[in-house]
């Protein structure tokens, strides 16, 4: 069996996992970033390869703010800060 295998079959529980704690004891402090994130004048998303490519799926599907947020490529954050 190749790692990558053994990977996918983790998913299931690892899920199940991330949604316990999105649910349960780490709600606080998600809604607490979801409100500093409503209060943001400018946000910045942030990546590199498949993480830039994750940062355009959030963008396109969920309202961050009142305001467009920004999607930048790693590498090129130094010249716009």
Not at 42 to 50: F, K, L, R
């Amino acid at each position: 069996m190749t790692k990558l295998f053994e990977d996918i079959l983790k998913e299931p529980v690892e899920l199940a996992k991330s949604l316990t704690h999105t649910l349960g004891d780490g709600r606080a402090a998600l809604d607490q970033a979801a409100d500093t994130l409503r209060k943001a004048q400018h946000i910045y998303v942030v990546g590199i390869g498949s993480s830039y490519s994750a940062g355009l799926a959030m963008i396109s599907l969920s309202p961050l703010s009142t305001l467009p947020p920004g999607n930048t490529s790693a590498p090129e954050l130094k010249s716009i800060s």
